[in-house]
């Protein structure tokens, strides 16, 4: 199995957050709607008004402007007799008093109400075609959107490849004992992680009714975010410090790495060629890839903790935690 080098490993993690950081700072300077403090609006096209350059079910971005000329399309809010909502339709004059005349494509007389420039919501930029058909389908569905959901998050947990025990493997396994994955974890631990997400849940909950309510208070908004930030930023930790062994000291953090792989054993089988590997991170993501347990002997009167996986045509993977300072062995013993 070919493994990157620190060096590259660095890199690839360097450049996945610069990727980040630029997919970030694209989406806050162009992309941010105007409920979180950017200029674009969301719109979903009804009727046929503006056929044949949008159609019903169209979704319709459109963004603030302070300039309106004649033949942009924008986005306006219209109360006026009968109509009441947001209008999206062309610009054929402009008064010099700053009042706006629209008018469908798809009609032969201009709009009977003048639109004023407070009342403009932006110019269109962007449409996604059938998205607004999609999204008021799965307003009125929800128990099967949620389940489609479901089915698309199970998906990523399908195995992509078979199991296979190489003989010596099979042979470690008949003589070993599972061990609990509940004895790597606290009580404490399991409550904090549920805490962590059920505040990321509710400060998410906070922020998305805010973003529905178009609320205008700074201090809701700082306030929605802020939760929402610490929330996640605690869930992440105790994550991390759960799933990877984060603040711990080997061998606790090897065996909270490899927890629920684990089969204890006496003694490991002898190979030369076991290659050593840089972490229990990456002893795990081998076992991952493989779906292969790992084989542990427990370090005793001083003794380090070994680990071992042996792969079915793809070599032996070893790892030795001792104390604070976890060691990478030549070979398993």
């Not at 008021?136 to 089915?151: E, I, M, Q």
């Not at 805490?195 to 509710?202: C, K, N, P, Q, Y």
Request: hydrophobic letters at 45%.
């Amino acid at each position: 199995m070919t493994r990157l080098a620190p060096r590259v490993r660095r890199a690839v993690n360097t450049a996945s957050w610069v990727v980040f950081a630029l997919a970030l700072g694209t989406w806050l300077a162009f992309f941010r709607p105007v409920e979180l403090g950017g200029d674009l609006s969301a719109v979903q096209v009804e009727g046929t008004s503006m056929e044949p350059t949008l159609h019903d079910g169209d979704y319709v971005f459109a963004r603030h402007t302070a300039q309106v000329n004649v033949g942009d399309v924008i986005v306006y809010q219209v109360d006026d007799g009968n109509v009441h909502g947001r209008v999206i339709h062309r610009v054929v004059d402009v008064a010099p008093d700053g009042s706006i005349t629209t008018q469908g494509d798809n009609r032969a007389t201009e709009d009977p109400w003048t639109v004023t420039p407070d009342s403009v919501i932006g110019t269109y930029v962007l449409r996604i075609p059938g998205l607004g058909g999609v999204l008021t389908w799965s307003r009125g569905s929800p128990v099967l959107v949620g389940a489609l959901a479901a089915a698309l998050v199970a998906l990523a947990f399908v195995p992509l490849r078979r199991r296979r025990f190489a003989p010596a493997m099979r042979e470690a396994l008949a003589r070993a004992t599972q061990e609990s994955s509940r004895d790597a974890q606290s009580t404490g631990d399991r409550a904090a992680l549920a805490a962590s997400i059920i505040g990321v849940a509710v400060s998410a909950s906070a922020v998305m009714a805010l973003v529905a309510s178009r609320s205008t208070y700074v201090a809701l908004w700082v306030l929605s975010f802020a939760a929402f930030g610490c929330s996640a930023a605690f869930c992440w930790w105790v994550s991390t410090r759960i799933f990877d062994g984060a603040q711990l000291h080997e061998p606790e953090r090897s065996r909270r790495v490899l927890r629920g792989r684990l089969w204890r054993v006496d003694a490991l089988p002898d190979d030369e060629s076991a290659a050593p590997v840089a972490s229990a991170l990456e002893l795990r993501a081998i076992a991952e890839k493989y779906r292969l347990p790992v084989l542990h002997v427990s370090g005793n009167g001083g003794t380090a903790d070994q680990f071992l996986v042996i792969t079915d045509g793809h070599g032996w993977f070893s790892w030795i935690a001792d104390g604070d300072d976890a060691t990478q062995p030549s070979e398993s013993k």
